[in-house]
């Protein structure tokens, strides 16, 4: 574990994690996702082969069986999402990987359902509760015909929560400020937003169009002055993790 609060707080602090520190890579995300799935063909295509290296790929690097539990992942995962520990056996919502579990479960669905990938940016958690947001590519492993291998996860950091433009212009009370005076409606977007509900969920829950939903996302960017709707997203998690927002849940 760190050795102060500080550095639980400030990851450049964190010596356990070099090549997360400041968010810099040696190689793109895509050329790590080649090299991954080169490993998995690999892997497949020669008999009695050991088991894919994963640790020349920066990025954490997982793979799931069909019932979505973690049967082989490579050191950066495991440094970073389990403080170390053994991830195998476990599956990714009891190690809390994503803060968005409900989405991980969709994505995960998808895929099981025929999906080819799923690409996407989302916000998240390492070990110590520190809020990142993440980009994660997930896929089928098709060349495999060994059940225990089905679901390739391939996820890195791109940005620490806190980083971004709007939080570095505003204090957390101004932040509150902002949010709370926000209607009803708009206040329950962002909160689905942050659990990683669908848009078309969010629409069916508040009563209106999804082309609606995104308008009110432009004009809570506005409000914010934030680029992109990840940076409210970002936003209502850190307003959540300070306690300045109720407790929320949404219906299963």
Same mark, same amino acid.
């Given at each position: 574990?760190?050795?102060?609060?500080?550095?639980?707080?400030?990851?450049?602090?964190?010596?356990?994690?070099?090549?997360?520190?400041?968010?810099?890579?040696?190689? #793109?995300?895509? *050329?790590?996702?080649?090299?991954?799935? &080169?490993?998995?063909?690999? @892997?497949?295509?020669?008999?009695?082969? =050991? $088991?894919?290296?994963?640790?020349?790929?920066?990025?954490?690097?997982?793979?799931?069986?069909?019932?979505?539990?973690?049967?082989?992942?490579?050191?950066p995962f495991r440094r970073f999402f389990s403080g170390g520990k053994e991830v195998l056996g476990r599956n990714e919502e009891a190690l809390k990987i994503w803060r968005n579990t409900k989405m991980n479960s969709q994505i995960d669905?998808?895929?099981?359902?025929?999906?080819?990938?799923?690409?996407?940016?989302?916000?998240?958690?390492?070990?110590?509760?520190?809020?990142?947001?993440?980009?994660?590519?997930?896929?089928?492993?098709?060349?495999? #015909?060994?059940? *225990?291998?089905?679901?390739?996860?391939? &996820?890195?950091?791109?940005? @620490?929560?806190?980083?971004?433009?709007? =939080? $570095?212009?505003?204090?957390?009370?101004?932040?509150?400020?902002?949010?709370?005076?926000?209607?009803?409606?708009?206040?329950?977007?962002?909160?689905?937003?942050?659990?990683?509900?669908?848009?078309?969920?969010?629409?069916?829950?508040?009563?209106?169009?999804?082309?609606?939903?995104?308008?009110?996302?432009?004009?809570?960017?506005?409000?914010?002055?934030?680029?992109?709707?990840?940076?409210?997203?970002?936003?209502?998690?850190?307003?959540?993790?300070?306690?300045?927002?109720?407790?929320?849940?949404?219906?299963?």
């Amino acid at each position: 574990m760190p050795g102060s609060d500080e550095s639980i707080n400030d990851p450049s602090k964190d010596d356990r994690l070099p090549w997360a520190r400041f968010l810099v890579y040696t190689r #793109t995300f895509e *050329e790590e996702i080649d090299w991954a799935s &080169s490993e998995l063909v690999r @892997f497949a295509s020669q008999a009695n082969a =050991e $088991q894919p290296d994963f640790s020349k790929v920066e990025a954490c690097v997982y793979v799931e069986n069909r019932e979505r539990v973690i049967v082989l992942a490579n050191d950066p995962f495991r440094r970073f999402f389990s403080g170390g520990k053994e991830v195998l056996g476990r599956n990714e919502e009891a190690l809390k990987i994503w803060r968005n579990t409900k989405m991980n479960s969709q994505i995960d669905e998808m895929i099981l359902d025929g999906t080819q990938f799923v690409d996407c940016e989302h916000a998240g958690r390492d070990a110590d509760g520190r809020s990142y947001t993440f980009r994660t590519y997930k896929c089928a492993i098709e060349e495999l #015909t060994l059940p *225990e291998y089905h679901i390739l996860g391939i &996820s890195r950091p791109i940005a @620490f929560l806190g980083n971004s433009s709007p =939080e $570095q212009s505003f204090r957390l009370a101004d932040l509150h400020a902002l949010f709370i005076s926000m209607n009803s409606i708009d206040q329950l977007i962002c909160r689905m937003d942050a659990i990683g509900e669908m848009t078309k969920d969010i629409a069916r829950a508040v009563g209106l169009t999804s082309r609606s939903i995104e308008n009110r996302r432009k004009k809570m960017q506005e409000l914010f002055h934030a680029e992109r709707s990840m940076e409210v997203i970002r936003i209502t998690i850190r307003l959540e993790e300070h306690g300045l927002l109720p407790p929320f849940e949404t219906e299963s």
